[in-house]
């Protein structure tokens, strides 16, 4: 076999095995003469930034999502936190953990974190009903369970304060009780409830709905319970979908303004939500300290979110 | 376990599914129920298991009335096409789970279970897999770890809906043999539900065919296959060509077709003849080869009749030269059946 020149192509470390097989067959001699006759093929350069995926479009859908996220989320944050370091660390640190501040985050997050767990636990609980049984009227209960998503968050405020009010149409039989449901604390877990009920609800709906027959007839003739088949099997089996209601749930309430503030009572220290201290210190033209206040509330709910997301994670090891 | 099914029936809306069914299985015996889909057969088996009720008739256990008992008071193993293994539980959990749910001192300690589980693992093969997720497993090992599931209550009888229906040919015929080996060697009754008749007839003791509700025929393998008491049974087990004709003065004609038939009377008639049934013989019928192939041992031919049939025939591999332009063949066999 004669020596074959190498060409100076990319494709030249390739060849050599090419020609060790070909020579396999006795009878014919490989010579520089055959092997020059194979057209040379240009090596393609492996996808540098993106994997190579079957389906087509990437290039725009990703540019369009990057262009809506820019303009509408990342641009608008930005100017908060920019706005936010005009003063400095001290000051900051100041406005930030101010005692007034201080009771509107835990409110804020306090109560958008017991309205999330009601939530929880009555959002499943609907969900079943809906999935599990049939009855009269069910595509109006059906709805019902959206109708939060599209009020407008205000009539829902202005309706809830006038029920739960000590003269309200609930209220009245509260107040014997000793219980005060409307302008403090337990008002604004009121209304975090009526905006967060659909995401618990919409959420684990499909999970339960998918969720095999077969699996439960399984458990029971294994002789498990049925409260022990609902512990065991079906609520674990809902664990992935349910944080996911609760996050949206808690993220709304963290966030919610208009239903609040008319059943809220809105007084500093005590039933003043942290989204009405922003408003308040915007009317004073405090944007420094609005923003400041706005930055920490972002921090925290991105923070809890990345947990949840975490938590999720977990939960979803099995899948 | 001896089980017994009295006169059970069921309905579906106006759909009977289960027509006066009656059923003696013996203790430790591998029963396979077969039938195409839409026969009751998973109906039958549900309402053995206490997954579904009869509306009228008797499951009897050794001899005891449960047909209104519940599963788990039957004590029963249950198997699912799709498994319904619990995702969101490691391969070992599974398995405890039977043991794991009972109360007080019937619950086992939790060094007993982990001892049964391990056993349970060797036992299906599974060693070392205890740990992993059902979603980190290949069908064939979510089989059997369904199956190892159902056996860890030690139940008084083994039920498999379709058993080996989502696997490929070849885990298929592997667990086949698992099953049959695990039956040996736990003496547990077993019932299984399939529509695929090779593997009723390899594996069970006892195959039950089941047609619109009703069985047409109990035996073993050899007898439904040999000796098929019904037309459907004669179809549907084992393959057989169909020839519809007269009998007339004990005998069977169709076409160039003439078999005894002495106990049929005159009238209209069905005879079926395996492909195996078929022999060459110059005092029999000339049909024209349209193709014979090589099978492993064997030869498939296809051969077409002078009034136009086409008949399957099967022939040794040694033979598959002689299978050439126009042959003359016999039926050495036929079964015969009224219309």
């Known amino acids: ?319 | 376990m001896t089980i017994a099914i009295r006169s059970v029936e069921k309905q579906f809306g106006r759909y009977p599914a289960l027509n006066k069914v009656d059923l003696e299985i013996a203790d430790g015996e591998l029963l396979a129920l077969l039938g195409p889909s839409g026969s009751g057969k998973t109906t039958l088996l549900r309402t053995i298991a206490g997954l579904e009720f009869p509306d009228a008739g008797q499951v009897l256990f050794d001899g005891q009335d449960v047909t209104y008992a519940s599963a788990a008071a039957r004590r029963v193993g249950f198997v699912f096409q799709q498994y319904a293994l619990f995702k969101h539980m490691t391969v070992a959990k599974n398995i405890a789970f039977g043991l794991d749910v009972r109360k007080g001192k019937d619950k086992p300690s939790k060094a007993e279970i982990a001892r049964r589980v391990e056993e349970l693992l060797k036992l299906v093969e599974l060693e070392g897999l205890g740990g992993r997720y059902p979603s980190q497993l290949s069908g064939g090992q979510r089989q059997r770890v369904a199956l190892s599931r159902a056996l860890a209550v030690q139940p008084s009888v083994l039920l498999l809906d379709e058993p080996f229906g989502a696997l490929d040919a070849t885990v298929r015929k592997s667990l086949r043999r698992e099953l049959r080996r695990v039956h040996d060697a736990t003496g547990v009754t077993t019932i299984f539900v399939t529509h695929d008749q090779e593997e009723a007839l390899e594996l069970a003791d006892r195959v039950a065919i089941l047609n619109n509700g009703r069985i047409e025929q109990i035996g073993t393998p050899d007898q439904v296959h040999d000796a098929p008491e019904t037309a459907f049974v004669c179809g549907f087990v084992g393959e057989a060509n169909r020839f519809d004709g007269q009998v007339s003065g004990g005998r069977f004609n169709a076409g160039a077709l003439t078999v005894p038939a002495s106990a049929l009377k005159d009238g209209a008639a069905t005879a079926y003849v395996r492909p195996h049934d078929f022999a060459l013989d110059e005092a029999g019928f000339e049909v024209l080869i349209e193709r014979a192939q090589v099978q492993g041992a064997l030869t498939a031919v296809t051969a077409l009749t002078s009034d136009g049939r086409r008949l399957e025939i099967s022939a040794s591999r040694a033979d598959a030269d002689r299978f050439t332009g126009a042959v003359k063949i016999v039926a050495r066999k036929a079964h015969v059946y009224a219309a």
Do not use: H
């Not at chain 1, 000051?91 to 309205?115: H, I, K, N, P, Q």
């Not at chain 1, 636990?121 to 595509?139: D, H, M, N, Q, S």
């Not at chain 1, 077969?214 to 809902?238: C, F, H, K, M, N």
């Open chain 1, 1 to 319: 076999m004669s020596v074959i020149p190498l060409g100076d192509r990319d494709v030249a470390p390739l060849a050599p095995r090419c020609w060790r097989f070909w020579t396999l067959d006795d009878d014919q001699t490989m010579t520089a003469d055959t092997a020059d006759q194979r057209p040379p093929v240009q090596t393609v350069r492996k996808p540098f930034f993106r994997k190579r995926s079957a389906i087509p479009g990437f290039g725009l859908t990703m540019g369009v999502t990057l262009t809506i996220l820019s303009l509408l989320v990342l641009i608008p944050l930005s100017a908060v936190v920019l706005k936010a370091a005009q003063q400095s660390p001290a000051e900051f640190w100041a406005v930030a953990t101010s005692e007034r501040a201080m009771a509107a985050y835990r409110l804020s997050f306090g109560a958008a974190f017991v309205a999330a767990a009601i939530n929880g636990v009555f959002g499943v609980l609907t969900a079943w009903v809906l999935v599990r049984y049939e009855f009269p009227l069910k595509t109006l209960v059906n709805a019902l369970v959206d109708l939060p998503f599209a009020l407008p968050t205000a009539v829902a405020g202005i309706a809830l304060a006038t029920l739960y009010a000590p003269t309200g149409w609930v209220g009245q039989f509260l107040t014997p009780l000793g219980i005060k449901a409307a302008y403090n604390p337990v008002g604004v877990v009121i209304a975090l409830i009526f905006i967060g009920l659909p995401f618990v609800v919409r959420t684990v709906e499909p999970v339960l709905r998918d969720a095999a027959a077969d699996v439960e007839e399984a458990a029971a003739s294994l002789g498990a319970s049925r409260i022990q088949t609902i512990a065991r099997i079906i609520l674990p089996a809902l664990g992935p979908a349910w944080l996911t209601g609760f996050a949206m749930a808690f993220a709304r309430g963290v966030g919610e303004y208009g239903s609040v503030i008319f059943i809220a009572g809105n007084m500093p220290y005590r039933s003043e939500i942290a989204p009405l201290l922003i408003i308040i210190q915007l009317e004073q033209f405090e944007y420094t300290r609005a923003a400041t206040i706005a930055v920490v509330m972002l921090a925290v709910s991105f923070l809890m979110l990345l947990i949840i997301n975490a938590i999720q994670a977990w939960a979803r090891r099995f899948d």
